[in-house]
């Protein structure tokens, strides 16, 4: 079945730091891809999302694009906040479904 | 921005006893609602799926009649858990979708810490 794969955390990083949070994913056919985020006390919310190949999803300064060749939607910021302090969830999920597929999430702490 | 809430936030109960989540839509009709189980340092795993007014659709491998899942108003859903063990101690979170939105555009609730003991 489809599945997502994304990097072990915990991330520890400094202001103004560069973030780069892996994600892979399998699946039939071309999924839509996402990336939704948890901050402290909330519940999930979508970040950014790719629907196609070499889509670039974008929001509050994140990135990630979606490669198909080597099947990964990578989130990236260049310069980290404390604020962006949170858990980030990588999904899919397939045409005419409603099941998004989620990865197992990055705890991400940005130190001040 | 819609938002959506979960009653209780934790909660412990005793091996064999029943506890009910709630999940409500505070500002928006969801004609669908999913709710999620999450073990320590898991992805969320979809349990079912439930329109406003019907059967859910649970996924494969969740027992109905032990999570029995209620979705009778446009703006709130229960999750029962019937008998529970301490197997079933996990967070359950739910998400609603308003009515002829994408799949993708779901609301998430924060969450309900359950331990049984």
């Known amino acids: 079945g489809d599945s997502v794969t994304q990097m072990e955390g915990p991330v520890t990083l400094s202001e103004e730091a560069f973030l780069t949070i892996n994600c892979t994913y399998t699946?039939?056919?071309?999924?839509?891809l996402f990336w939704y985020v948890q901050y402290p006390g909330e519940g999930l919310q979508l970040l950014l999302k790719?629907?196609?190949?070499?889509d670039k999803g974008s929001n509050k300064g994140f990135e990630a694009t979606y490669r198909k060749e080597t099947t990964s939607f990578h989130l990236e910021k260049g310069s980290v906040q404390v604020s962006d302090s949170a858990v980030y969830f990588c999904a899919l999920v397939q045409g005419g479904s409603e099941k998004l597929v989620f990865g197992k999430g990055t705890k991400l702490t940005v130190n001040p | 921005g819609a938002v959506v809430s979960q009653h209780p936030s934790w909660v412990i109960c005793k091996s064999g006893t029943s506890v009910k989540i709630e999940c409500r839509s505070l500002?928006?009709?969801?004609?669908?609602m999913f709710w999620y189980r999450q073990f320590p340092k898991q992805s969320l795993m979809l349990m079912a799926t439930s329109n406003e007014g019907s059967k859910a659709t649970y996924e494969q491998g969740v027992e109905k009649d032990k999570f029995l899942i209620n979705h009778a108003s446009l703006t709130l859903s229960t999750l029962t858990v019937t008998s529970a063990h301490p197997e079933d101690s996990s967070f359950y979170i739910c998400s609603a979708r308003a009515i002829d939105r994408p799949s993708y555009e779901q609301y998430f609730g924060p969450g309900t810490r359950l331990t049984v003991t």
């Open positions: 500002d928006f009709q969801a004609t669908t």
């Open positions: 699946a039939t056919g071309y999924p839509s």
């Open positions: 790719a629907t196609k190949a070499d």
